[in-house]
């Protein structure tokens, strides 16, 4: 079993910057692709970012590219989120999760174990 916590979100105006950060524990956290959701009030939840176990490959959705990197420390057994130049359509709660391969995918059914989930609010 995989526990995931997430820490870093807040309120941020639009065109600041924010870290996310996401602890794992559990098993071996380089054999598990790692991925960024966020839900908005009435929307789908949507992969924001992922990367690959070793860290080698990463996805952004195209609305982040550019802003947001995504990264790891297997070593800490953590990944990250740095957003940059935030807009207020960035607001949301930002879920980490767990899928239980080395490879990056942008389904939410595809991860098994999730965070509790972070508030962003971005203010204008």
């Known amino acids: 079993q995989v526990q995931l916590v997430e820490s870093g979100g807040g309120l941020v105006q639009a065109g600041g910057s924010l870290r996310l950060s996401c602890a794992a524990s559990?098993?071996?956290?380089?054999?598990?692709?790692m991925g960024w959701f966020r839900q908005a009030p009435g929307k789908e939840r949507e992969c924001v970012a992922a990367i690959s176990g070793g860290g080698g490959r990463t996805y952004y959705t195209d609305s982040v590219k550019g802003r947001f990197t995504i990264s790891r420390d297997n070593a800490k057994n953590t990944v990250y989120l740095q957003m940059n130049s935030l807009q207020v359509e960035d607001t949301a709660v930002y879920y980490c999760?767990?899928?239980?391969?080395?490879?990056?995918?942008?389904?939410?059914?595809?991860?098994?174990?999730w965070g509790q989930g972070t508030q962003v609010t971005v203010s204008s």
């Open positions: 999760a767990a899928r239980p391969t080395v490879l990056i995918n942008t389904n939410a059914y595809e991860y098994r174990h």
């Open positions: 559990g098993r071996t956290f380089s054999n598990y692709a």
